[in-house]
């Protein structure tokens, strides 16, 4: 069965870097593409960005300057960082699957992450 | 970015009830493959996202086929034909055509 588990800090302090893992059991990160999706208070969803079975990364826009995805295949874990956070961040963190089509078929559990000082 | 305003924000039916979901986009969600890629997904209380219909149209394993998709271009529904108790959550549509992919505002059903 393909599980996925984000896990990492629930506080951050404005400014620093926000860092999460995504652990994934059952299927390896070497296929199909990985993404990270944050949910707002409120219910606002914002795709944040993926890494692919290669590697490669692609991000929105909107964060692109503060943001990056990598991985580590020897464990089946893919990482987000998210650098100088604001109050605006206070999100709760998703990792999913992206299969065909674009269905996020599996997902995390989700962390919940307070930027605050 | 791709806007989707999904209406009504809130629904709220009764067991048995019929109810539909509007998801309208500000551009056409028509690849230049073919492919339409208008997916909808279901948040429950506590849980995570979950798919529900990919490809406006097609129904993810194990979803209940009173759930259905339809449209095109820029105006796509989702319907439940009898509502039941456990599809209370928030119903998001997501586009996968256009980078970045983008997510509706929601709709949180409520069952009276």
């Known amino acids: 069965e393909v599980q996925l588990q984000e896990s990492g800090p629930g506080l951050v302090k404005p400014s620093q870097s926000l860092s999460l893992t995504c652990s994934v059991t059952?299927?390896?990160?070497?296929?199909?593409?990985w993404g990270w999706i944050r949910k707002f208070p409120g219910n606002k969803m914002e795709w944040m960005g993926y890494i692919s079975y290669s590697g490669s990364t692609s991000y929105n826009p909107s964060l692109k300057s503060r943001i990056s995805i990598t991985r580590d295949t020897s464990k089946n874990q893919f990482f987000l960082q998210l650098n100088s956070v604001t109050t605006e961040d206070t999100a709760t963190y998703y990792c999913?699957?992206?299969?065909?089509?674009?269905?996020?078929?599996?997902w995390g559990q989700g962390v919940m992450v307070t930027v605050s000082s | 970015d791709v806007v989707l305003t999904q209406t009504p924000p809130t629904l709220l039916a009764t067991i048995g009830q019929s109810v539909s979901i509007s998801c309208r986009s500000s551009?056409?969600?028509?690849?230049?493959?073919?492919?339409?890629?208008l997916n909808w997904l279901l948040q429950r209380t506590g849980q995570s996202p979950q798919p529900l219909i990919y490809?406006?149209?097609k129904l993810e394993s194990g979803v209940p086929n009173r759930f259905s998709g339809s449209g095109s271009g820029t105006d796509f529904t989702l319907k439940i034909s009898g509502v039941e108790a456990e599809d209370l959550g928030v119903y998001y549509c997501?586009?996968?055509?256009?980078?970045?992919?983008?997510f509706g505002s929601g709709t949180k059903l409520e069952i009276k």
């Open positions: 059952g299927y390896s990160i070497t296929s199909n593409y």
């Open positions: 997501m586009q996968f055509t256009h980078y970045p992919f983008t």
């Open positions: 551009q056409s969600l028509l690849h230049s493959n073919g492919n339409t890629y």
């Open positions: 999913a699957r992206i299969d065909v089509y674009g269905l996020l078929g599996y």
């Open positions: 490809l406006v149209s």
